[in-house]
């Protein structure tokens, strides 16, 4: 503790010796031995509240890791089980109550968000000539007169 060899005990008993003389020194030793039984059991009272608290904290981390592991496990079973559900065909799941034919439907199946996704286009019209473009297509295109550029 103080690192005290014997050569320093006993100068120190000597100078106490000289001090207090030889008839304080046997009261002041006991007075000195109660106080270090009085320190080493307060001491040891604090180590015990020390632990136990411990114990306790130690028995809450436990309850808590147990409670996550179950709640990643619960949650991979769900994940697991959305993930069969969407690797299986439509006709195999039940009817919706969104039609077959909607585009919102569609792109739910191929897993896009229908608030992004592009609108479907009108079918395109084959082209008719009428004849007033027909009229059009006949008359020649005048030439235009080339201007030069001052570029």
């Not at 030889?22 to 080493?40: D, S, V």
């Not at 034919?101 to 609108?119: C, M, V, W």
Request: no cysteine; proline share 10%.
């Amino acid at each position: 503790m103080f690192n005290i060899g014997l050569p320093e005990l006993l100068i120190i008993l000597a100078i106490a010796l000289i001090v207090f003389g030889p008839n304080k020194l046997p009261e002041l030793a006991k007075a000195f031995g109660r106080a270090m039984r009085e320190f080493k059991k307060a001491t040891e009272e604090v180590k015990e509240s020390f632990e136990a608290e411990t114990k306790d904290l130690e028995e809450l981390k436990s309850t808590l890791t147990e409670e996550k592991e179950n709640l990643i496990a619960n949650l991979a079973e769900e994940i697991s089980g959305v993930a069969e559900e969407a690797d299986t065909p439509p006709e195999a799941t039940t009817k919706t109550s969104a039609p077959a034919e909607s585009p919102i439907f569609t792109e739910a199946k191929q897993g896009t968000l229908p608030l992004f996704s592009r609108p479907e286009e009108p079918p395109r019209l084959e082209a008719t000539s009428t004849p007033v473009e027909e009229e059009k297509k006949e008359e020649p295109e005048e030439p235009k007169e080339e201007v030069p550029s001052h570029g």
